[in-house]
């Protein structure tokens, strides 16, 4: 395998910050390269010096013998170098074919744009990567999967090169990761460079060739994926050992008061009798395949949407929220699925992120005190131990495992009793999910009670002192100590009854 791009002593400066310092990589055709680190790492800045968002401070990208020198995408893009991002960069409202060709229309000799030639190069485009989708259908009505797609055969739209893959199956079923890798599989026996990120091990091990491992903005290490072991790159990742993969739990009395009881909850079309005892001092995890109703359920308990049946009861009194202000003012907190969309104003700064849910504490007559304010965020963003230039940029600058924990912080501060998190690890490092996890411990052991949504099994197992399983929006079992088997909650979630004595 040739090498297409060498990156040398890569480095590039924020304002009071390093990003990446002195980085080396070298990316081959026919390769998938697999670029690991946690958040924060240098990931992202080096994919945007990549593909021209960012001009580096010092070094060289060398591109078959000739140095890169990028303005903007649109230079990148010229030479063959496309990034498709976690979160698909559409045009929903646009077809197959406008998103596709978007950018570099093709014209004909009258230099009227070709539709016709635009069409067929996109039908040919589409066959050519074994996809039934019409070239004229709206984005808006493709699937997560498919839209992923239809920007992988941009890229190729494009001439690309080299293609970089950021998190791409995130949002997608077994099913799709399999189609995803088949495509994959074809743009490397094509002669196509491929970096590969992924926070998913088995991802990595599945698909990738080689690696190269950032820690805190500087290269670590590199080498071939068959000649290494997940304990190995982790270790070069985070600079230690990780001797078990979730904390020890804290001691849990099944016989200890009943914060939370949940009986008969119903919700048309989402789930329906659905019961449950959340305890003082507990971690109850919710598992269940796409379109379980975990989060419905965990929506209609946190007063965001609104039940159609059943009854609910907090710390024994009737609880029926109207909105999440009555559930909060009840003392529970939810960690939302979705960081970016529902857990943080990604316009604000972390500040005004951290202090948003307790302005009212902090403020009088309206105006809001910079000293209370500025100690708040000091105070949950030093416990989150958040990596940033300081506290006024805008949350949107965050790696998604900062991200991650300026949620988690400004929830901390309104001292909650119970503490719902959605997919808490979701596209995080190791290291950020290592601190997670410990926060969980921490709070259980203070007294509160803490609900896990995940549908990571092996996380829901280590995370859980009982896990109650979902499947389609019914209720198919609660398991506790050793019916807690991998066997058990998968056939439970797949809709088989598990006999449990």
Not at 22 to 39: D, P
Not at 341 to 347: I, M, P, R, Y
Not at 444 to 457: D, F, M, N, P, R
Request: charged share 25%; proline share 3%; with cysteine.
């Amino acid at each position: 395998m040739a090498e297409l791009i060498t990156i040398r002593n890569l480095t590039k400066f924020f304002p009071g910050i390093k990003a990446l310092d002195r980085v080396q990589m070298t990316i081959r055709t026919g390769e998938v390269h697999a670029l690991i680190g946690e958040n924060g790492a240098g990931k992202s800045t080096l994919v945007k010096i990549l593909t021209g968002v960012y001009t580096p401070t010092d070094g060289e990208i060398m591109m078959e013998g000739k140095k890169l020198v990028f303005h903007n995408a649109i230079d990148a893009q010229q030479q063959g170098i496309v990034a498709i991002h976690q979160e698909a960069s559409m045009f929903p409202e646009l077809s197959v074919t406008e998103n596709i060709y978007m950018g570099h229309h093709q014209r004909g000799k009258s230099h009227l744009l070709s539709w016709k030639e635009m069409k067929s190069n996109t039908k040919a485009l589409l066959d050519r990567m074994q996809l039934d989708i019409n070239p004229d259908t709206l984005v808006k009505n493709l699937s997560v999967a498919q839209r992923h797609m239809v920007e992988i055969a941009k890229a190729l739209s494009l001439n690309a090169k080299c293609v970089i893959m950021d998190e791409p199956t995130s949002a997608l079923t077994n099913n799709e990761v399999d189609d995803l890798y088949r495509i994959i599989r074809q743009l490397k026996a094509e002669g196509k460079a491929i970096v590969f990120i992924s926070h998913k091990f088995e991802e990595i091990f599945d698909i990738c060739d080689y690696f190269t491992v950032l820690r805190d903005g500087q290269y670590i290490g590199e080498g071939k994926i068959k000649d290494s072991t997940p304990d190995k790159i982790i270790h070069m990742m985070i600079g230690r050992d990780l001797s078990t993969m979730y904390p020890a739990l804290p001691s849990f009395d099944p016989k200890s008061p009943v914060i939370l009881k949940v009986r008969g909850l119903c919700q048309n079309g989402a789930f329906h009798d659905v019961s449950f005892d959340l305890h003082q001092g507990e971690i109850l995890g919710f598992y269940g395949l796409v379109g379980a109703g975990r989060s419905e359920v965990m929506r209609t308990v946190f007063g965001i949407d609104r039940s159609d049946g059943g009854t609910m009861e907090l710390f024994g009194k009737s609880y029926s929220p109207r909105g999440p202000e009555d559930a909060m003012k009840a003392g529970m907190a939810l960690v939302p699925e979705d960081r970016q969309k529902q857990g943080l104003v990604l316009a604000m700064t972390i500040s005004k992120n951290i202090t948003l849910p307790a302005i009212t504490k902090l403020s009088k007559k309206g105006f809001t005190y910079r000293k209370a304010e500025e100690d708040y965020t000091v105070k949950h963003g030093e416990e989150m131990e958040i990596k940033a230039a300081g506290w006024q940029v805008d949350a949107d600058t965050l790696s998604g495992g900062n991200q991650q924990k300026v949620v988690l912080a400004k929830w901390i501060g309104t001292d909650p009793k119970i503490l719902i998190l959605d997919e808490p690890t979701k596209g995080i490092d190791v290291a950020t999910k290592a601190a997670v996890h410990e926060f969980m411990v921490e709070m259980a052991s203070k007294g509160k009670a803490v609900i896990i949504i995940s549908s990571e099994l092996p996380e829901v197992i280590g995370m859980s002192n009982r896990i109650v399983v979902l499947h389609e929006g019914t209720q198919m079992g609660e398991f506790s100590g050793d019916q807690i088997t991998q066997d058990n909650i998968m056939k439970a979630a797949i809709g088989e009854k598990v006999e449990c004595k």
